[in-house]
C-alpha cells in the first residue's frame, strides 16, 4: 500500500502543474483495484498482429491530444506559461522566450532558465510531449507488428530492454555494455509491474525495483521510422525511494521478430 501511494505521489508531482492540470491530477489520484496484483500477474501470450495496415494511434497517457491528426496544432498552441532560456545559453538564438512546441528546436532542458527540481521536471516532461506529437506528425500506418502485445501485457519487464532502468548520479562507464542485450527484469530481478485501473489508466504500469518506484505508459504507435513495422513509444518516471529525484524519459521501442528484448530507437529526456 505505502508503494502504491508513493508512486502515486511522483506522477502527481510531474502531471499536476503541467499544461494538461485538471486531467492529469485526475488520473493520478485513482487507486488500483485491490487484488489486481494476483489476478493479473501473467502475460497474455504474444500474438503479433498482422495486417496491411496499422493505423497510428494515440494512447490516453499522451493526455495532451486524442489522435495523430491534432499533432500539428498542438505543436504550434500556446502554453500557459511562458520559459526563457538561462543567460548565456544559446547565444546565437535571437528569440529568448519560448511559448510553444515549435520553439524548442535545438534546445535542450538544461538550457531553460528553471530554479527547483521540480520545474525541471516540469519542463522535461512538456518537451517530452512536444518530441512524441512531432513525431506523430511523419508517422506512417504500420505493414506489421511484434510490438503490438506490449499494450496488454501486464509485466513486460523480460521484453523491455535493460537501457530502459533509471539511472541516478553518476553511471558506471561499463553500465551500458552490461545492459547490452538484456532485458529490464533480467538486470533487475525484484523488478514489478501493477497495472492500474480505469479506463484513462488502461495503458498505464505501475513500476517497482528494489531501490526505486514509478510509472510506465504507452502513449503511441506507429511506423515512426519509416520501415513498415509498428513501433510504440513509452514514457518512463522513476524515482529512488526516499529520493526527491525522477528520472523521466521516452523511448521509441520496435521489433523486428515475434519474441525477444525490443530495441530502442529513440531515447529522448
Same mark, same amino acid.
Given at each position: 500500500?505505502?508503494?502504491?501511494?508513493?508512486?502515486?505521489?511522483?506522477?502527481?508531482?510531474?502531471?499536476?502543474? /503541467?499544461?494538461?492540470?485538471?486531467?492529469?491530477?485526475?488520473?493520478?489520484?485513482?487507486?488500483?483495484?485491490?487484488?489486481?496484483?494476483?489476478?493479473?500477474?501473467?502475460?497474455?501470450?504474444?500474438?503479433?498482429?498482422?495486417?496491411?495496415?496499422?493505423?497510428?494511434?494515440?494512447?490516453?497517457?499522451?493526455?495532451?491530444?486524442?489522435?495523430?491528426?491534432?499533432?500539428?496544432?498542438?505543436?504550434?498552441?500556446?502554453?500557459?506559461?511562458?520559459?526563457?532560456?538561462?543567460?548565456?545559453?544559446?547565444?546565437?538564438?535571437?528569440?529568448?522566450?519560448?511559448?510553444?512546441?515549435?520553439?524548442?528546436?535545438?534546445?535542450?532542458?538544461?538550457?531553460?532558465?528553471?530554479?527547483?527540481?521540480?520545474?525541471?521536471?516540469?519542463?522535461?516532461?512538456? %518537451?517530452?510531449?512536444?518530441?512524441?506529437?512531432?513525431?506523430? /506528425?511523419?508517422?506512417?500506418?504500420?505493414?506489421?507488428?511484434?510490438?503490438?502485445?506490449?499494450?496488454?501485457?501486464?509485466?513486460?519487464?523480460?521484453?523491455?530492454?535493460?537501457?530502459?532502468?533509471?539511472?541516478?548520479?553518476?553511471?558506471?562507464?561499463?553500465?551500458?555494455?552490461?545492459?547490452?542485450?538484456?532485458?529490464?527484469?533480467?538486470?533487475?530481478?525484484?523488478?514489478? %509491474?501493477?497495472?492500474?485501473?480505469?479506463?484513462?489508466?488502461? %495503458?498505464?504500469?505501475?513500476?517497482?525495483?528494489?531501490?526505486?518506484?514509478?510509472?510506465?505508459?504507452?502513449?503511441?504507435?506507429?511506423?515512426?521510422?519509416?520501415?513498415?513495422?509498428?513501433?510504440?513509444?513509452?514514457?518512463?518516471?522513476?524515482?529512488?525511494?526516499?529520493?526527491?529525484?525522477?528520472?523521466?524519459?521516452? %523511448?521509441?521501442?520496435?521489433?523486428?521478430?515475434?519474441?525477444?528484448?525490443?530495441?530502442?530507437?529513440?531515447?529522448?529526456?
Amino acid at each position: 500500500m505505502h508503494v502504491e501511494r508513493r508512486a502515486r505521489r511522483v506522477l502527481l508531482s510531474l502531471l499536476c502543474l /503541467t499544461w494538461m492540470m485538471p486531467v492529469a491530477c485526475k488520473r493520478a489520484s485513482e487507486t488500483p483495484a485491490e487484488g489486481a496484483r494476483g489476478a493479473q500477474a501473467d502475460n497474455p501470450a504474444p500474438a503479433p498482429a498482422q495486417a496491411t495496415s496499422l493505423p497510428v494511434q494515440v494512447l490516453p497517457g499522451l493526455e495532451v491530444i486524442s489522435k495523430p491528426e491534432e499533432a500539428a496544432a498542438a505543436l504550434r498552441r500556446e502554453w500557459p506559461q511562458t520559459y526563457t532560456l538561462m543567460e548565456g545559453r544559446l547565444p546565437q538564438r535571437k528569440a529568448r522566450e519560448l511559448r510553444r512546441c515549435t520553439d524548442i528546436e535545438g534546445v535542450d532542458v538544461n538550457d531553460v532558465d528553471v530554479i527547483t527540481q521540480q520545474e525541471t521536471e516540469v519542463v522535461q516532461l512538456q %518537451f517530452l510531449q512536444c518530441r512524441v506529437m512531432k513525431a506523430l /506528425t511523419t508517422a506512417r500506418p504500420s505493414r506489421t507488428s511484434h510490438v503490438r502485445e506490449l499494450l496488454t501485457m501486464k509485466s513486460p519487464g523480460e521484453v523491455l530492454p535493460a537501457a530502459m532502468a533509471p539511472e541516478f548520479g553518476e553511471a558506471a562507464p561499463d553500465k551500458a555494455q552490461e545492459r547490452q542485450g538484456k532485458s529490464w527484469s533480467a538486470t533487475e530481478p525484484e523488478l514489478h %509491474f501493477e497495472p492500474r485501473t480505469g479506463e484513462r489508466n488502461a %495503458f498505464s504500469l505501475e513500476v517497482t525495483g528494489r531501490d526505486t518506484l514509478g510509472l510506465l505508459e504507452w502513449w503511441a504507435t506507429g511506423d515512426f521510422n519509416g520501415d513498415g513495422q509498428e513501433d510504440v513509444i513509452a514514457y518512463r518516471a522513476m524515482s529512488p525511494r526516499g529520493g526527491s529525484l525522477t528520472d523521466i524519459a521516452a %523511448f521509441v521501442l520496435t521489433r523486428s521478430q515475434p519474441q525477444g528484448v525490443l530495441q530502442i530507437l529513440e531515447h529522448w529526456r
